[in-house]
């Protein structure tokens, strides 16, 4: 069974600047997908980027980029130049691809980002 | 594109009683996902239906959750003899046949008291 694990439950940043999320994953298949998901406070969940396990290329979405390392089962999800909209929750999610169509998602993380 | 809708967005329910949910998916959408989200955690899928077929359940579907999709369209998730462990957020979500990415819908906070 996959397993998805966010290590910081809480995290800001100071508009404008940097931020990184970490994601890391357990799985034994070769080829599969990596999301990660915004859900705002009582809004609903939208997905920000994802990456196919079999690109080698970094996912770029805006001011989002990832880091993919297959080899270490990380991915890390990087916010350039935050912006108070930016206040969520991010869950990093895994889909094995295939028939299995089920996302298995980490436990979030809160980012809150301050003026 | 009107988005995945959901019905409706809070209930409060005493113990033992019955409710369901309603989810409508993006219209060319062929799956529908159902997932549950409690405090503190990422959502844990429930179910899964490619048109009006429900192809996988969880374990976490106990025998008093059931779901159906007449006719691949909305789906609903009716639960039996609620439980103050049913307390959640119930998220539903749809996808076509041709990208991967799920639209998740607002969402139905059940509450069971």
């Known amino acids: 069974a996959q397993t998805v694990t966010q290590s910081q439950p809480e995290m800001s940043v100071q508009e404008a600047e940097t931020v990184t999320l970490s994601c890391t994953y357990d799985t034994s298949e070769n080829n599969y997908y990596l999301f990660w998901y915004k859900q705002p406070p009582s809004r609903q969940m939208i997905l920000v980027i994802r990456q196919e396990a079999y690109k080698q290329q970094n996912a770029t979405e805006n001011r989002f980029s990832v880091n993919f390392q297959k080899a270490a089962k990380s991915f890390s999800l990087k916010i350039s130049d935050s912006q108070l909209g930016d206040t969520a929750m991010y869950f990093c999610?895994?889909?094995?691809?295939?028939?299995?169509?089920?996302?298995?998602f980490g436990k979030g993380t809160l980012l809150t980002v301050n003026p | 594109d009107t988005g995945v809708s959901q019905d409706p967005r809070h209930k409060i329910t005493k113990r033992g009683q019955n409710v369901t949910f309603r989810c409508d998916p993006i219209s060319e959408h062929n799956r529908l996902y159902w997932y549950r989200q409690t405090l503190g955690q990422g959502p844990e899928f429930l179910t899964y239906f490619q048109n009006e077929a429900q192809l996988e359940k969880s374990r976490l579907l106990s025998d008093r959750f059931s779901a159906e999709r007449p006719k691949g369209s909305f789906s609903t998730l009716e639960i039996q003899r609620t439980e103050q462990g049913d307390s959640a957020m119930y998220l539903c979500?749809?996808?076509?046949?041709?990208?991967?990415?799920?639209?998740f819908g607002p969402g139905t906070r059940l509450t069971v008291t």
């Open positions: 979500a749809s996808s076509s046949g041709q990208g991967h990415e799920q639209y």
């Open positions: 999610a895994f889909w094995s691809g295939g028939s299995n169509y089920k996302l298995t």
